[in-house]
């Protein structure tokens, strides 16, 4: 088997740096290598000490340049990509200008592919090795893009979007036709490749309580895959789920009442919970994620990244293009910070890199397969030029430490700070 060391700075964790001392999750080498043998990384240690062990290993030396996990974004639309930064509009009104008029036109096989194929290349040109993405109610958009990420060798999680009230005719199923095609998606792609399919009712106000019994029904007949949806993203949002689930105890209710809370559900943007939804998320495992380009954008609210870390909650960090205002990780990580200084709490980098990476990977339940700089995980493999713009090269030539050195890119970089990304220990990428 081909061995492939890549030798450089490192930076990996051993646990979560939300929780306790950040510094006792951190696993930094400032001269460190990565072994590689096919498509898994076997090796995480001293550069030097393993280019002795394996002088049958093809070298990379990337110098001073950060080796890490590839980014994984946990929460994005991919048939968004082509009105990504369209201007003005809250929530409800954003989806009715921009989102539904885009998303009717994936039904067309030929457009849906080429669309699936410009998202997961601007992804991969951004260090984000795994995306998460709803797609459209149109078979045609679900294929489209697991067979782009087939053809790359990809990890995603991807599921057809179920809406059968609230929204445009052309962009309604039902609930029989969206437990049929769920079911009939999930069997062609779950498991197929590096794909995971998702269940995707895209929220409560979209969906009847019919087809939300019918998704429910699909998860529990199948646990093994993940289910995506939002919650609690905005005010008016939650006044209208209020308004179409009168005996609903709060906005969660309206999907555990119909079987879709469960410790594989993902909850995007989760910022105006209330306690016991906290509660309950916390008690049956499940995941939300964070979208802060979004969030800002939009105009949504402060997600209690910390609040909600001390609760316990899995948490995942996200784009959510094109409502996110960026395909970037590194934009995203920004977002956050500065966000978390709104709520009071600055995160740390390590905290940021943590969230783009295994925090994320853990939200999808794919931790130490994904987003993972170890022995055992798959080789998605990123290095970040951390001086790779005039502005951010003299800050990092003032710094101190590796997080003093890598905090300008967090907040100043972009797709030129992408050195290299590997995707299944193959080079996909270069700068």
């Known amino acids: 088997m081909t061995k492939q060391l890549l030798l450089g700075q490192t930076l990996g964790f051993s646990g979560n740096p939300l929780i306790g001392d950040w510094a006792d999750a951190v696993q930094f080498d400032s001269a460190g290598g ?20 394996h002088p049958d290993a093809t070298v990379t030396d990337y110098g001073a340049q950060l080796i890490s996990a590839g980014f994984v974004d946990a929460h994005m639309h991919y048939p968004q990509t082509g009105m990504i930064a369209s201007w003005g509009k809250q929530l409800i009104d954003w989806l ?11 039904g067309d096989p030929a457009y849906a592919a080429d669309v699936a194929s410009r998202t997961l ?17 149109h078979p045609e958009s679900v294929d489209a893009l697991f067979a782009a990420a087939n053809a790359r060798n990809m990890a995603v999680v991807a599921g057809k979007t179920c809406m059968d009230r609230n929204a445009p005719d052309d962009l309604r199923d039902t609930a029989q ?22 269940i995707t009712p895209r929220f409560s106000p979209t969906s009847t309580p019919d087809q939300l019994a019918a998704l429910g029904t699909l998860w529990g007949e199948h646990p093994g895959c993940l289910m995506q949806t939002h919650l609690s993203e905005q005010h008016p949002e939650i006044a209208w789920v209020k308004t179409l689930f009168p005996d609903a105890r709060d906005y969660l209710d309206t999907y555990e009442a119909f079987g879709l809370l469960g410790e594989r559900g993902l909850y995007g943007h989760a910022i105006h919970l209330e306690d016991r939804e906290i509660a309950r998320l916390k008690e049956v495992g499940s995941a939300v994620v964070h979208c802060p380009t979004s969030n800002t954008f939009i105009g949504s609210g402060l997600f209690d990244m910390m609040g909600l870390a001390k609760a316990g909650l899995r948490i995942g960090l996200a784009t959510d293009t094109g409502g996110g205002s960026s395909f970037s990780m590194l934009r995203t990580m920004a977002a956050a910070y500065e966000i978390g200084q709104l709520r009071g709490a600055a995160l740390h980098p390590a905290q940021l890199m943590w969230l783009a990476t295994e925090g ?26 951390l001086g790779s713009t005039a ?21 100043m970089g972009d797709d030129r700070a992408i050195a290299d990304v590997w995707i299944a220990g193959k080079l996909v990428s270069r700068a």
């Open 177 to 198: 036709s969206a437990y049929d095609d769920s079911k009939a998606l999930l069997e062609k792609w779950h498991g197929k490749g590096r794909g995971q399919y998702a």
């Open 96 to 106: 009715n200008t921009y989102t539904f008029p885009e998303e009717a036109r994936f």
């Open 121 to 137: 290349d601007l992804a991969l040109a951004h260090g984000t090795t795994t995306l998460t993405s709803f797609c459209t109610i």
């Open 34 to 53: 990565v072994l590689i043998e096919g498509d898994r990384i076997t090796a995480v240690g001293n550069g030097q000490a393993l280019k002795t062990d």
């Open 360 to 385: 994320s990977a853990q939200a999808l339940h794919m931790q130490g397969q994904i987003g993972h700089l170890n022995a055992g995980a798959m080789a998605d493999i990123i290095v970040l030029d």
């Open 391 to 411: 502005t951010i090269a003299q800050r990092f030539e003032k710094a101190h430490d590796i997080w003093d050195a890598l905090f300008p890119t967090i907040m």
